[in-house]
């Protein structure tokens, strides 16, 4: 008697317990992939540690938006990363912004490709050496419904009448990373 009052007061425990769990899980939970679509890039930048040494700035870039500096079109981003010295040491998590200039834009409807050039940067109070890079997005990401599909064919068809100028340029990304970022759909014009 006394193991089917202790079965039916587990069985019991676990059925609320089972619900609370179900709910929890029905609940959205944000993980670094679930942050959204967005105009990536790895990042790898260099530099002379204290021993003499290599260090190393790994991470990737999330392109947010888009400036005009000196006549050129430049990527903002926020980079997320870590710094090592030499003996792969870590001296710090990274998270800041970094800009990066575009070299070349390509688009299709459904992606973007860019190359970024390399730059020098202050990370974590170390002067970094930022490789060039490419940035890019895939509106049929992870399979799903292709996002920003009016802002990729509008940066395409900007870019098949020959290189535009850079606030134009600047202008049609920044209307694109709002769009990625946002994930909404092809937008009904």
């Not at 098949?160 to 769009?179: E, I, Q, V, Y």
Request: glycine share 10%; net charge negative; hydrophobic share 45%.
């Amino acid at each position: 008697m006394k193991n089917t009052r202790l079965l039916l007061a587990t069985a019991v425990m676990l059925a609320i317990g089972s619900n609370w769990t179900m709910t929890a899980l029905a609940a959205p939970v944000m993980t670094q992939d679930d942050d959204g679509p967005a105009i990536t890039a790895r990042v790898h930048g260099t530099f002379q540690d204290a021993a003499g040494g290599g260090g190393v700035l790994s991470g990737d870039m999330s392109v947010v938006r888009f400036e005009v500096r000196d006549g050129k079109v430049v990527a903002i981003g926020e980079i997320t990363g870590s710094l090592a010295d030499s003996a792969g040491n870590i001296l710090g998590k990274v998270n800041q912004e970094l800009a990066l200039p575009v070299l070349r834009v390509g688009s299709t409807c459904n992606q973007l490709r860019m190359e970024l050039a390399g730059t020098e940067a202050e990370v974590l109070k170390t002067a970094v050496r930022f490789d060039q890079e490419v940035a890019g997005f895939d509106s049929r990401q992870n399979g799903m419904v292709p996002k920003a599909l009016d802002a990729l064919c509008d940066v395409q068809e900007l870019l098949r009448t020959g290189p535009p100028a850079a606030d134009t340029l600047a202008d049609a990304l920044n209307k694109l990373a709002l769009r990625v970022a946002t994930g909404q759909a092809r937008e009904y014009r």
